[in-house]
C-alpha cells in the first residue's frame, strides 16, 4: 500500500497545481477552495506514508509495543489540518458571498471535470486499505474531493446556464461544511484510541463474562481493554482460578487466549492468574466497580 499511496500523493500534487491555477484564471473560488482542499491532502498523504513505513519498524526497549500507534497519530493530525482548511473555506465563502465576481464557467468545468476522474483513481488506489484507520482518512479525504469536484462541475453548469455567480460561494461554503463532517468521525475515532478507551465494538462486562465460561475460573476483575491501532486490540486483567498445577493453568491460559482471539479478535493479552478462595462465588468485578455475581 506504501507504493500506491506514493502515486497518489504525486497525483494529488499535479492536481492541486491545476486546479488552483485554473481557480485564479476562472476567478472560481469553488475550484481555489477545493485545490486547497487538496493541498491539505498533501501533507496528509505524507504523514501516513510516513506512518505506513513506521509501522513496520519492529518493537525496541523504547517502543515497546512497536510503532502502531503512529498511524492513528497520523490519522488525528490529518483531521485537525482537515479543521483548519474547513475554517478557511467558509471564511472566504462569506467574503465571496458580500462581493461576488464574475465567473469563468469554461475553466471551471474543465478543471471540475478533471478533478472528479483524479479523485476517484486516487481512492480506487486507496480502496484495498480501507480497513487501515490512517489509510481510510485517505480514501474519506479523496472520496469527499470527487464528491466536491462533482458539485463544482454541476455548478459551473448552472452558473453557465442561469449566469447565477452566487452558487461559486455557496458551493465553497458546502464544501467547508462537508470537510468538517468528514474529520468528525475521524477525530472522535482517533481521539479515543489515543485516550485509551475501550474499542467501541466490545463491552468489557461481555468479555469478562466470556472468560468466566472456560472451565476453571472463578472470577475475573481490574477489567482493561484497549487498541494499539484500529482492529488491534490489547487486554489485560486479573484471573482467580481453583487450585491445580502449573500444567492445569497453563491449559486455562491457552483456551482463555484462544476465545479472546477468536470471539473478540483480542491478539495482545497480559492476564495474571491469582487463587481463589474455597467458598467464594464466581462473579466478575470491573475495574473500580462492584462485583457482578454471574
Known sequence: MSRALGWALGINLAFVAAELVGGYLGRSLALISDGVHNLSDVPSMSLSLVALIAQRRPADPQRTYGYQRSGVLAAFVNALLLVGVAGYIL??????????????????????????????????????GRRDLN??????????DAASSAAILLGALLIARTGWVIVDALLSAAI?????????????????????????????????????????????????????????????????INEMSTRESEKILEQLNALLGREFHISHTTIQFEPRAAAEPAHFLPAGGNPKTS
Do not use: F
Open 91 to 128: 471564511y472566504a465563502a462569506y467574503g465571496r458571498l458580500r462581493a461576488p465576481v464574475e465567473i469563468d464557467t469554461g475553466v471551471m468545468l474543465w478543471v471540475a471535470a478533471a478533478g472528479v476522474a483524479v479523485n476517484a483513481a486516487i481512492a480506487a488506489l486507496m480502496w484495498r
Open 135 to 144: 489509510l481510510r482518512s485517505v480514501l474519506l479525504h479523496n472520496a469527499g
Open 176 to 240: 467547508g461544511l462537508a470537510v468538517l463532517w468528514s474529520s468528525r468521525g475521524i477525530l472522535r475515532e482517533t481521539t479515543h484510541i489515543l485516550l485509551e478507551g475501550t474499542p467501541r465494538s466490545l463491552k468489557v462486562e461481555e468479555v469478562a463474562r466470556a472468560m468466566l465460561q472456560v472451565p476453571g475460573v472463578a472470577e475475573v476483575h481490574d477489567v482493561h481493554i484497549w487498541s494499539l491501532a484500529a482492529g488491534l486490540h490489547a487486554l489485560s486483567c486479573h484471573v482467580r
